[in-house]
């Protein structure tokens, strides 16, 4: 079986018991967590990397490390990935199920880049717009990239909006070259 089958069949069971005990935000906030620790810390990385380490060792060290931080439904979950020795594909399957999970709740993530913070209410009515437009709850993080000059580039899943000033002056210039 494939590394994506494996990690979409666990993060599929993992979302259904979470919707099973209506546990689907601890749930997804352990995922976040364990995923960010995974990706930022090398020990905890080299933790489900390494296949030497046995099985009891790392389902000790999961124990201390995660016992008084995570739900017991997802460090239930983590020692089955253990103990069925699947615990090189966890990053997978974290993302798979986060995936999953907005799905399922009808989240889009968002990226608005500007030139300059935008405030509150600006972010508030971009966020109402978004989602009135996708029929989904959004997820609206942002970027200050002062090389737009102004405007905005706003980024939803595969979709982009282009409102930058510095996009407007790339296309007159390539406008006046082309003549």
Known sequence: MNESKISARYAKALLLLGKEQNIQEEIRA???SLSELINKTPEVRKLFEIPNIRTSLK?????????????????????????????????S?????????????KIKSAVLTTAR????????????????????NIELSEKVDDR?????ILKIE???INASVSNHLDRIQKELLSV
């Open 158 to 160: 595969d979709q982009q």
């Open 93 to 105: 399957i974290l993302r798979i199920y986060i995936d999953l999970f907005k799905k399922d709740n």
């Open 148 to 152: 737009l000059i102004g405007g905005f």
């Open 117 to 136: 913070p935008v405030n509150r209410e600006i972010r508030s009515i971009i966020k109402d717009y978004i989602s009135k437009e996708f029929d989904s």
């Open 59 to 91: 389902l000790e060290i999961i124990n201390k490390l995660f016992k008084d931080a995570f739900n017991p439904v997802m460090l239930s979950f983590l020692a089955l990935v253990v103990k069925n020795n699947r615990e090189l594909f966890l990053p």
């Open 30 to 32: 352990d995922v976040e």
